[in-house]
């Protein structure tokens, strides 16, 4: 059977708030997430859920302003098996249902395997913010220094896709 047959989507509902609690705690230093200074609660958020034989496979919650689609948090449990593509698809569709002209997000410059998928994936590189992750740090002291393969993490770079 090919990978990811069986993964189906739905929406974040409150029955999703224990699992998602601990996988905040556990995977992204806890709450609030900060992005450039701005404090946000993924359950107060609109999330998709991606799920399958298993379980929970992944999540995306986003915060729609205006025609502007910001994905807040994005994770794939088993990674680089379709998963986060399906996710990423269906935040197109209902984007374009509820009349955005973009989506867009900040990544670390640290996050290689998100800037790849990204790119690979339309979205472009539209803004650089040198050593900006030290004012989030300010507010949320449990973001690392170090992140994926041992980069040091100081920038935060911001992607988009058009609609
Ligand atoms: C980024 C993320 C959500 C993507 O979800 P995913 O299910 O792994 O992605 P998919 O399997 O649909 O797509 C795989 C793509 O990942 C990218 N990728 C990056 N590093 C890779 C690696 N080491 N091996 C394979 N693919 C990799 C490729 O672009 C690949 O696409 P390709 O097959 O066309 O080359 C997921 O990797 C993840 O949870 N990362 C950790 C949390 C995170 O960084 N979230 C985003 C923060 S903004």
């Not at 992204?28 to 946000?40: A, D, T």
């Not at 640290?110 to 979205?123: H, M, P, S, T, V």
Request: with cysteine.
């Amino acid at each position: 059977m090919p990978h990811n047959q069986m993964l189906k989507t739905r929406s974040y509902i409150s029955h999703d708030a224990q699992w998602l609690e601990e996988l905040m705690n556990k995977d992204w230093g806890g709450l609030p997430l900060v992005i450039r200074g701005e404090k946000y609660y993924p359950p107060q958020l609109d999330g998709i859920i991606a799920e399958n034989e298993k379980g929970v496979a992944g999540f995306l919650f986003f915060d729609i302003r205006g025609k502007d689609c910001e994905i807040i948090v994005f994770e794939v449990f088993d990674k680089f098996k379709g998963t986060g593509t399906i996710l990423l698809d269906k935040l197109k569709d209902i984007a374009k249902e509820r009349h955005c002209s973009r989506i867009y997000l900040m990544t670390t410059n640290d996050n290689l395997d998100a800037l790849r998928f990204y790119q690979k994936r339309g979205l472009h590189i539209c803004g650089v913010h040198v050593d900006s992750v030290k004012i989030s740090r300010k507010i949320k002291p449990t973001i690392g220094m170090v992140g994926d393969y041992d980069i040091p993490v100081r920038d935060e770079i911001d992607l988009e896709f058009i609609l």
